[in-house]
């Protein structure tokens, strides 16, 4: 009875070998597997002496997202970012009617009035807090991941700075309409986007961490900035139309 015991157990030993190189070869072999695109978001980060965990949920592989269709993405970036100059003019006590009716102007030469969320048609329709105008200005990085996935920007930068908001900006004034935007704009491919996701996603995870333990190392990550990248990424491939509505759970 022994010796049967040893061999089932040899056998069982043999097939979990066999299982673990499976696994391991199927990473190899497909880079775009989500377990690869998570050993290469640890490796960058680890690289970065930022805190992370192999205890994270496995981003979706691309058979499994939808992208949002192009216009809607070019349209929700350019409402997003007249939105966001809007708030910045109130949060800096600039002539709110003058503004309102500029960007206004600009909402319906784009064409992108409908693209508006529901906190920023508040300061459209001046029925706004000091605290709406604020959440609206932080969304110059949701603008940023966008205009990224977009193809108009070769690179992001690291999370630990604001975006370049002179950049942002002229991406857009530089446009005549929607349609000269659209013919600049080249989505990038799925699995790009989903490998700056699952970073920013494991960025994110890092950051909420140290709010429990202060001594988790971030390296400079600016919280903020994360958490909003992220939340532009995230809306790419998320059911919800309303970015402010997207879970970002770590």
Request: contains cysteine; charged residues 30%; hydrophobic residues 35%.
């Amino acid at each position: 009875m022994s010796d049967l015991i040893k061999s089932i157990q040899s056998k069982l030993e043999a097939l979990k070998g066999g299982n673990k190189k499976t696994m391991e070869n199927r990473t190899e072999a497909d880079p775009a597997s989500p377990e690869a695109r998570r050993q290469r978001s640890i490796d960058k980060i680890r690289s970065m002496g930022i805190a992370y965990t192999y205890n994270l949920p496995l981003i979706e592989s691309a058979d499994e997202v939808t992208v949002r269709p192009f216009d809607d993405i070019c349209k929700r970036a350019a409402a997003c970012l007249f939105a966001v100059q809007l708030a910045c003019d109130i949060s800096e006590g600039n002539g709110y009617e003058d503004s309102k009716e500029f960007f206004s102007g600009l909402l319906e030469r784009y064409g992108v009035s409908g693209s508006l969320l529901a906190k920023e048609k508040l300061l459209y329709d001046n029925n706004f807090t000091e605290q709406d105008a604020v959440d609206i200005t932080w969304t110059y990085e949701c603008y940023w991941a966008l205009v990224w996935a977009l193809g108009l920007i070769d690179d992001m930068g690291e999370p630990s700075d604001c975006c370049d908001c002179e950049t942002a900006v002229r991406l857009l004034s530089e446009c005549k309409n929607m349609e000269e935007f659209k013919s600049k704009c080249r989505l990038r491919d799925i699995n790009e986007i989903l490998d700056v996701l699952d970073l920013y996603y494991r960025y994110h995870w890092a950051c909420v961490n140290k709010q429990i333990d202060p001594h988790t190392p971030i390296n400079g990550l600016d919280p903020a900035v994360v958490t909003e990248r992220r939340r532009g990424l995230e809306w790419l491939i998320s059911d919800e139309d309303d970015w402010n509505d997207i879970s970002l759970d770590t």
